[in-house]
């Protein structure tokens, strides 16, 4: 089974400021990554997929890099609607499986 | 407007059985793989399941795998997940997801609010 890490666990930001989520897999996934944003009381949202293309609706402020087995989701500038908690995702279409990793918790500093 | 709605949660013994019910409707149901995501209280998500937009390829999370069965019913716009030999860790609420299409059929796109499974004696 393949292993997602998120880092840190907690992240306390500013608003306003940059916030830069990590996401590592315990072996290669290609670009096969999604992130996802959590509020308290409310489902997931997805925000990017592929590593880098955002979902439908999402602004331009979230943005994700990476591939392999190192990801990154960068928040430019974080608005109050931001703080939530963030979990990436790898996915491999043989076997048909996918994993989450622990999140990361983007709270306000 | 995409909307999932689950039903079929509720209290159950260790060793028993539920069967949970997704109703789709908003989207061309039979064009989509769909999954359930379980979170339990105060936990992180965990994947339980997929299955693609005709039925033909299925995965489950090792967690689950020989006691929940995926299925749907594309005339229905319905995903069901039959849970049998329920234990106390397959406690959570239990989200219904709208794959995004094609090869990516197991990435939640939509998910519905879910619907809550407790296991307890």
């Known amino acids: 089974e393949i292993v997602m890490t998120q880092s840190p666990a907690t992240l306390s930001v500013s608003p306003g400021e940059r916030a830069t989520l990590s996401c590592r897999a315990s072996q290669s996934i290609s670009s096969n990554l999604a992130w996802y944003q959590q509020k308290p009381g409310q489902a997931p949202r997805l925000l990017i997929y592929?590593?880098?293309t955002r979902a439908t609706g999402i602004p331009a402020r979230f943005s994700g890099s990476g591939s392999g087995t190192e990801f990154t989701l960068t928040i430019s500038s974080l608005q109050s609607e931001d703080f939530a908690v963030y979990y990436c995702q790898q996915y491999n279409n043989w076997p048909p499986r996918t994993t989450f990793g622990g999140g990361t918790k983007v709270e306000i500093k | 407007e995409v909307q999932l709605v689950e039903s079929g949660g509720g209290v159950v013994r260790p060793g028993g059985s539920l069967r949970l019910s997704c109703a789709a409707s908003?989207?061309?149901?039979?064009?989509?793989?769909m999954s359930w995501v379980r979170q339990a209280p105060g936990k992180g998500l965990e994947w339980v399941s997929g299955?693609?937009?005709?039925?033909?390829?299925?995965g489950y999370a090792d967690s689950v795998k020989g006691r929940f069965t995926i299925s749907r019913d594309n005339a229905k716009n319905s995903l069901y997940l039959e849970m049998n030999s329920l234990r106390a860790e397959d406690t959570a609420l239990y989200h219904c997801?709208?794959?995004?299409?094609?090869?990516?059929?197991?990435?939640?796109?939509?998910w519905g609010q879910g619907t809550l499974v407790t296991v307890s004696s």
């Open positions: 908003g989207f061309t149901f039979a064009d989509y793989g």
């Open positions: 592929g590593a880098s």
């Open positions: 997801a709208k794959s995004l299409p094609g090869e990516q059929w197991l990435v939640p796109g939509y």
């Open positions: 299955i693609n937009w005709n039925g033909g390829s299925t």
